[in-house]
């Protein structure tokens, strides 16, 4: 994964509640055997059904970042979710609360999630729909989102996400660090846990 | 040692590394895998030139893109074909077993890991599918991963995890008859709501959950994630004993009464900490519809389409009126009022055989309304074997059910089994997001009985009038 520090940029407001996997990519597009080709399905539906949904507007086309409602990224557990996010061209969202899955798919993938109280969002959300190019910046190394002006609020990461996030590093390495330790714990794993072949 | 939760045992059993300020490391125990969220992930192996550690604590099956008819016939859907294709040939290079698609065996992964003894308590269990919940029911700490932690798993066996919160959720007293496991979790999710549990793993406590059968126990944990939680469990009893004895990978001997004996030490130690404790009063427990578009936007089968104007929180109103658009209803009309298209029964929440047993108990001698398409999907090839056995699927067929090939099907509609749009199903499903079913499609999630019972009378029936 590329390294992510800092998201600059205008936003596209989605005021909905627990917007769910299905919405973000449809299950029938999760057919693909590669990690692209989905940013043109991102919000299909909504999309389809609605010329004036936001993300069919204009003036928010090329957006990187996102504002969310809360429980955003519920249901399923589809990676995809996040692929379509990015290849739709966004880079962080902004929203109050996220799913737990989508959460760990985000930090995976480089997808930067920045939790705010509502109202900060709310305000957000205003500001971009009557400004649809106002500018937005998520800031990493200092955890805060924050507009020309002065407006500044802090959101909470996980340290581990962070330091990730910001090395572009990918944790199968990290892991594999503790072969040893994996070693060890297969060692004393008692024999008659269940094995899918003998 | 301080009292701990069941999933805090299971969890500190599982530890493989623990450092400050990084997420814990667990070794897992079993890795479940299907077609639609791995092919990434095993490209990921060969691109870094990884294998699968753990062949052997690892199975396939392809079950989400599956037809359900004409099997051994080539898919209709040429990149269904294209995923299944995937899987087998990544499972044959990283020697990984597959119960393929005309394997008897094979079936909606989380039927098939509690069937074939491969799921026990006390285990670590993963799989790129958010309802790997429903192994929780056996007292296994198990949820779902996304393609990049699937990868991961295939490395190493192991997944780096952030402490989850502990939960409980105790359903007090005796279920009323027709109140079933699906009408316990639908309760609860609609107490709880969609996001209630995040960061959270629950476990399911009290009488009710103590004399449900283990396959309604599965019922419950499954649709965990509907209530934001990962993972969901109910500690191991003789009930989860007599379930896992005697299956092909459950352990035998002597093995069998030292598993046991280790089962037995997993309950939730009496003074354990829970972060949030939600108590339901199961003597209450109705059948339930879903009228709207998240899992817990329900009501009792006897009520009506709620009004969203009655909402006191201006985000819950514009949700409702939003999912009542789109369901396209009216708020007071009665639930029993509804009128069906098309009828689901099957999905990883409800087509085991207890579920296809409570749904034939209400078909039985009776015929599905004229106008109204219904379909029953076992979920593996061997609930299918063994309710055709049974005498279930002549008597489903009898009456007008379409009897079909096992697989997730219309639950998510990736194989040819859709709902058009505009077309309203009641389905024994876990998700009734929009278009979750089909673009366009409506869904009431409801269990195999009323499911069964709406098929017959073409709307919602309240079971308590019908029998
Ligand atoms: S039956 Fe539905 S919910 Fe279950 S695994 Fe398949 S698609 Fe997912």
């Known amino acids: 994964m590329d390294p992510v520090a800092t998201v600059t940029g205008h936003a596209i407001p989605l005021p909905r509640a627990d917007v769910d996997t299905d ?50 990224g519920c249901g399923s557990s589809r990676e995809h979710a996040v692929w379509a996010l990015q290849q739709m061209g966004l880079r962080a969202v902004v929203g109050t609360s996220f799913a737990d899955i989508f959460r760990n798919n985000s930090a995976k993938m480089g997808l930067l999630l920045a939790p705010l109280e509502p109202a900060d969002v709310g305000y ?56 040893d330790a994996i070693a060890a714990f297969e060692a004393q794993r008692p024999a008659l846990l269940p094995r899918t072949k003998r | 040692m301080p009292p701990r939760t069941l999933a805090q045992k299971i969890w500190d059993a599982h530890l493989v590394h623990r450092e400050e300020s990084r997420p814990d490391l667990l070794y897992i125990d079993l890795h479940l895998t299907h077609e639609v969220t791995s092919a990434q992930a095993f490209d990921g192996l060969r691109l870094n030139g990884r294998r699968v550690r753990r062949p052997d604590l690892t199975i396939a099956t392809p079950d ?107 359903v007090t007293g005796q279920l009323p008859p027709w109140g079933t496991p699906k009408d316990i979790i639908l309760t609860i999710i609609n107490r709880i709501g969609v996001g209630g549990g995040v960061g959270h793993v629950i476990e399911y406590r009290g009488d009710v959950i103590r004399n449900i059968s283990m396959e309604g126990r599965m019922t419950i944990c499954n649709m965990t994630i509907e209530g934001g939680a990962r993972a969901g469990l109910i500690a191991p009893d003789e009930t989860t004993f007599a379930y896992v004895k005697g299956r092909p990978h459950a352990p035998a001997g002597d093995d069998w009464d030292a598993a046991v004996a280790r089962w037995r030490t997993l309950a939730t130690d009496p003074g354990a900490a829970f972060d949030k404790e939600v108590v339901i009063d199961g003597t209450e427990i109705e059948p339930h519809v879903t009228w709207g578009t998240t899992p817990a936007q329900s009501v009792p089968v006897h009520g009506d389409i709620p009004d969203p104007d009655a909402f006191d929180d201006p985000a819950a109103r514009e949700t409702a009126q939003r999912a009542l658009d789109y369901q396209r209803l009216q708020p007071g009309t009665k639930i029993t009022e509804i009128p069906l298209d098309r009828v689901f029964i099957g999905s990883c929440t409800n087509s085991r055989i207890e579920d296809l ?111």
């Open chain 1, 23 to 72: 919405q973000i990519i449809p299950a029938r597009h999760l057919k693909r055997i590669e990690r692209t080709g989905y940013g043109e399905f991102a919000f299909e539906y909504w999309r389809k059904n609605d010329p004036d949904f936001v993300v069919n507007r204009p003036e928010y086309q090329d957006a990187p970042i996102l504002l969310a409602g809360p429980n955003f």
């Open chain 1, 124 to 179: 957000l959300m205003q500001r971009a729909q009557d400004t649809p190019d106002a500018q937005i910046t998520v800031d990493l190394p200092t955890q805060s989102v924050s507009i020309p002006g002065g407006w500044r609020r802090s959101f909470e990461i996980d340290p581990f996400v962070k330091h990730c996030l910001l090395n572009g590093l990918d944790d199968i390495g990290l892991t594999l660090q503790h072969e």
């Open chain 2, 64 to 170: 989400h893109n599956v037809p359900t008819v004409d099997r051994d016939k080539p898919f209709p859907d040429p990149l269904s074909q294209q995923q299944v294709d995937a899987l087998r040939v990544n499972c044959a290079e990283f020697d990984v077993p597959i119960f393929d698609v005309l394997d008897a065996r094979q079936g909606i992964v989380h039927v098939i890991g509690p069937e074939q003894g491969l799921t026990q308590p006390g285990m670590t269990i993963v799989c790129g599918d958010s309802h790997t919940s429903t192994h929780g029911a056996f007292g296994a700490l198990a949820f779902g991963i996304g393609t990049s932690e699937v990868e991961h798993v295939f490395a190493t066996q192991t997944l780096p995890q952030r402490r989850l919160k502990q939960m409980s959720v105790e």
């Open chain 2, 357 to 467: 047993r409570a749904a034939a108990a209400v078909v039985r001698g009776r015929r599905v309304a004229d106008g109204v398409r219904a379909m029953v999907v076992p979920g593996s090839g061997l609930v299918k074997a063994q309710a055709e056995e049974e005498g279930l699927a002549d008597l489903f067929r009898d009456a007008g059910f379409e009897w079909r090939e096992a697989g997730c099907s219309m639950c998510l509609g990736m194989n040819p089994d859709i709902l058009q749009p505009g077309e309203r199903c009641a389905s024994t499903s876990n998700r009734n997001f929009e278009g979750r079913q089909g673009p366009g499609g409506r869904t009431h999630l409801v269990s195999p009985p009323m499911a069964a019972a709406a098929a017959l009378a073409g709307h919602f029936v309240d079971l308590r009038e019908l029998f």
